[in-house]
């Protein structure tokens, strides 16, 4: 029985450019809703279950909104020793926009006058990605991150997921291709867990997957290291090129 708190992530970000004037990735938090249900109702899950939507999923109902506020709420997951699962669904917005009139951008800038500026031209710069190892600090943590892709072959899935997995220590990824509908969970050694174009079912075994991950993780977390490790052979000539 895995007693931890399972903290599921869902929604779309912002970045503002000026008031009244953002880049988004747009999501709406049902994903995430869905696995809130369906942690819930796992009989191996006893510990509390707890969902954060941003405020584009939730109706404005949320505090969450920009990259900054997920990646503040993450790292704060991370520092709570009851954390046991975090499922990080928000879509992060890719870019930050820029507007070069000598005014001032964000949500608090300065207004554009569309009278004056009927076609402004936006330049963009893609955004710092936060997701570190999460196993280099916490070990005990089982990651759940989502890769979305379009008319992707299997093995491009697969690829980008490992990728995924590698760069954020993530358990697993849930690969989906939105012109396919394939959804591929993609396990921590790269290989293909599961695949379906039934989106629920995928999500039915992503939860099951990762509760039984998780209390692998634990396990294995909780299990004495050797502070003297032995010292590695000595590589010789022509044992490495």
């Known amino acids: 029985m895995f007693q931890k708190k399972v903290h599921i992530l869902g929604g779309g970000t912002v970045s503002y450019v000026r008031p009244h004037l953002a880049l988004t990735a747009p999501a709406y938090g049902e994903t995430a809703r869905r696995l809130d249900r369906l942690f819930r109702a796992h009989p191996e899950c006893g510990g509390e279950v707890v969902l954060h939507l941003t405020k584009m999923a939730c109706g404005g109902a949320s505090a969450i909104e920009t990259n900054d506020d997920v990646e503040a709420l993450f790292d704060k997951l991370v520092a709570e020793p ?28 300065s207004r554009l006058k569309t009278r004056e500026q009927p076609n402004p031209t936006i330049q963009t710069k893609r ?21 979305t892709m379009c008319h992707a072959t299997t ?28 959804n591929m969970i993609v396990g921590p050694e790269g290989d293909c867990l599961q695949q379906s174009t039934d989106r629920d079912a995928s999500l039915v075994a992503l939860t099951d997957f990762t509760i039984k991950g998780a209390i692998r993780a634990v396990e294995s ?21």
């Open 127 to 147: 955004v710092r990605k936060f997701l570190s190892n999460i196993r280099e600090k916490r070990p005990d943590i089982f990651l759940v991150a989502f890769k």
């Open 82 to 109: 009851d954390t046991g699962i975090i499922i990080m669904n928000v879509a992060m917005v890719d870019y930050d926009g820029e507007i070069a009139d000598g005014g001032t951008g964000g949500k608090y800038g």
């Open 221 to 241: 977390a909780s299990i004495p290291q050797a502070t003297n490790p032995a010292p590695r052979p000595e590589l010789k000539e022509g044992d490495a090129s």
């Open 155 to 182: 093995d491009d899935m697969r690829t980008r997921g490992s990728y995924l997995l590698e760069g954020a220590g993530c358990g697993v990824v849930l690969v989906n291709d939105t012109g396919t509908r394939l």
